[in-house]
């Protein structure tokens, strides 16, 4: 399993997480909607950067990771409490991720606002870094 479907299985499967977003958890970007339509609470997640260092007690390396995940929804305070529902997911998470990938660290790095009104909601971009064997 990879880390990506690892996170996907992870976000989708924790209760507060699943509470407001169901399966509405996308890589890269989220599918049309209905313009007209109040958009959904949803999370889209990407990989933005990878690097990997040789661990010191033996020959696998570390992979350090950076995720950017967007939690969206049709007002403010829905995108924020979905945001806090991934950070209670993923913060100083440290196991078997999703039934896959085993992650040594995962920690927030960055939260903000990201302002899409003009579009119809409103989001809150977190980025992680998540280190795995």
Not at 17 to 43: C, S
Not at 76 to 97: C, P, S
């Amino acid at each position: 399993m990879t880390i990506a479907a690892s996170l996907y299985a992870h976000l989708t499967a924790h209760p507060a997480v699943a509470a407001l977003a169901d399966d509405r958890v996308y890589p890269v970007l989220a599918p049309q909607r209905d313009p007209n339509a109040p958009l959904a609470p949803t999370l889209v997640f990407r990989l933005a950067a990878r690097r990997d260092a040789m661990v010191l007690n033996g020959p696998m390396t570390l992979a350090q990771t950076e995720w950017e995940i967007a939690a969206l929804a049709a007002d403010y305070d829905t995108a924020h409490e979905l945001a806090e529902a991934v950070i209670g997911a993923l913060n100083y998470f440290k196991g078997q991720m999703g039934g896959g990938v085993q992650v040594e660290a995962c920690t927030l790095q960055d939260a903000a606002d990201f302002d899409e009104t003009e579009l119809g909601f409103f989001a809150v971009l977190l980025r992680f870094e998540i280190q795995f064997k």
